[in-house]
DNA sequence: TAGAGTCACTTAATCGCTAAAGTATCGGCA
DNA sequence: TGCCGATACTTTAGCGATTAAGTGACTCTA
């Protein structure tokens, strides 16, 4: 006995397949008696429908998908983690794919996961290509942009305030008294573009004129690390006169700076204060603690997971909010902390 | 225009469904002059095949799945990547599943996985229910044990040589003048039992007794993070006399392991030295760079998807070897380098 | 007591594709 | 001329489910 079908139970039991079909799925348009027998046998036989054919009727295959650039950095395992837990409590399944930041791995993806026939997907997109958006919208599969916005794609989109981040964590390098802050940037998209933005106006609200030489920008493409961080600290420290604080646009380029710092003989954070982004793991236990601010990615993954859930349920009836945003969290360690302060623990 | 199917294709050039499937196929049956019909045609429809209605007909669907504990710690994400990278360039997609070691949970996934179809699968099993496994085999679904052994499952296995790991850590905190050396273990698992043995038998060969109250566990099940060393860690240095070296089971155990050992007033690798395994990302960041066992995760992921991709070539012939073990290397940073060494840097 | 309505099924079509079997056309060869 | 074997298709029969439509057997009502 290989795999057993609805065709087996029925044979078994004397009854159409019709009938072992409206058992299974609870259609009310069979009796309470024979329902009983086919799940009994069910059960007995170890029975599992076959997705593949009931998607092929019904047009829906109850999985979903999310595309990310990369599943090493936490930030987009921790939402993977959080959104599959979520939808599973629905019923749909989770696939991940991941694309290394490279547009045209994305395309063979997302078109490989239309092909396996998702119901919907969530993506943080590589590259600002429009062409596979354009193609789900055809396609009529909902999608919902995740962390970076594209520009000129009206879907729903969330993600954190990226500008706020930026705003916050600029504001607090000028709270312990910096007075020459500079930036380490992100990959040209949206949450990059945010974050400087946010640097740029806490800076000018706090009457701080925003220097272009301060802010420097890694020079190898791709996800942003350890090394361009180092990288990139080491231009800016060569600046003159020199920064006093650093505002990273992630967690590892900060980790990457702090390294650059130290070797340049300088002190964290009495010469230099630095802050991330991201609230990493083990943030906490570097050899020196990182400040951050954190994104909430937990909450963010479960608020992915219900807005597609939603565009999922009601198709003509208007989805969710266009823009979703999730409230970040300064969290202040010692490679910042040169004052007395308020601050938020972890 | 919804959705494009070998039917509209078929219309539009006027020939039969059954050649439009065969120039898609490259089907030798089938002229040249319509093949590029054909394939002219999809091109210009951007038709996509339903994988879903093939893998009806054909039994197959080209999909492995990958199912894990646990997706934060970036041992089992490098291995996802390295796998994935390696079935994709063979045409198979892979599909994560993660259980958050917890064997319900497991048991639910791998049936949602069959019940899709998938072809094969790898799997670091959590639990030690072999019921699944005995489901695999009657529904012929061949799968690839990963990281962790089940006793009485014949599979094949592919993972560290765990008692190796565990001899070489010890080996060297000897090597640095450690006399009274403990162990936080891992989870009652083949890893965990593994490197368990080999700590043992490097302090026997060593003319030192192991000691049992030198061997703690973490209270908690689940997996091994950075708390679990930490409450270990402090139960282990409470022992008298105290121990002057510690192997943990894992980086994220020593990382949680040196906070306690630094908590405690003591100096690393001075007083105590601690190694790990893993070599986690960061580890040469942290306050206390960590010495550990590299285990070499990129070419276990990419020799899982090997010896799974000759395991679905061929049904009948003998498949791979049974036992497949990736060779570890020592990394030596500061949390144990108490002496000159010959040292491998990273 | 006929007609309508309900219940509990069965039948048959269908989803998009593959694959085996069938058919028509043609050139080559004895 | 007639037969054979390629070649290049078309036809047909599923794969394992769902679902609309059809069919008896009852029950109830006027």
Not at 225 to 233: K, L, P, R
Request: charged share 25%; hydrophobic share 40%; aromatic share 4%.
């Amino acid at each position: 006995m290989a795999i057993v079908r609805m065709k087996d139970i029925a044979r078994d039991l004397g009854v159409s397949v019709g009938a072992v079909s409206k058992a299974l799925r609870n259609d009310p348009d069979i009796g309470q008696a024979t329902k009983n027998r086919v799940l009994h046998r069910m059960k007995e036989l170890n029975y599992r429908p076959n997705l593949m054919a009931r998607a092929l009727v019904t047009g829906r295959t109850s999985i979903v998908a999310l595309v990310v650039p990369d599943l090493l950095s936490a930030f987009f395992s921790e939402i993977a983690i959080a959104m599959s837990t979520e939808l599973r409590k629905h019923g749909y399944s989770m696939l991940i794919s991941w694309t290394a930041e490279d547009p045209e791995i994305q395309h063979g993806e997302i078109d490989h996961l239309l092909s396996l026939g998702i119901d919907a997907l969530v993506i943080a997109t590589s590259g600002n290509d429009t062409i596979c958006f354009r193609r789900l919208k055809e396609r009529n599969v909902p999608f919902v942009l995740l962390d970076r916005e594209v520009p000129g794609v009206k879907a729903p989109y969330i993600g954190g305030d990226d500008e706020l981040f930026g705003n916050m964590a600029t504001r607090h390098l000028i709270d312990v008294g910096c007075k020459r802050i500079g930036h380490i940037g992100g990959p040209p998209m949206s949450p990059g573009f945010g974050r400087l933005e946010g640097y740029r106006r806490a800076l000018q609200s706090a009457g701080i004129k925003p220097v272009d030489k301060y802010i420097v920008t890694p020079f190898e493409p791709g996800p942003r690390t350890f090394h361009h961080g180092f990288e990139s600290a080491q231009r800016l420290l060569a600046v003159n006169p020199r920064v006093d604080g650093i505002f990273c646009f992630n967690d590892p380029l900060a980790v990457g700076a702090m390294e650059a710092v130290l070797a340049a003989g300088l002190r964290i954070p009495q010469d230099v204060a630095i802050i991330g982004c991201g609230n990493l793991h083990l943030g906490a236990t570097l050899r020196n603690p990182l400040s951050t601010i954190d994104q909430n990615t937990k909450e963010l993954g479960e608020k992915a997971a219900g807005i597609l859930l939603s565009t999922l349920r009601k198709d003509s009836k208007k989805g969710p909010a266009r823009v979703t945003m999730v409230q970040p969290r300064l969290v202040v360690r010692s490679s910042s902390n040169r004052s007395p302060q308020r601050s938020k623990k972890t």
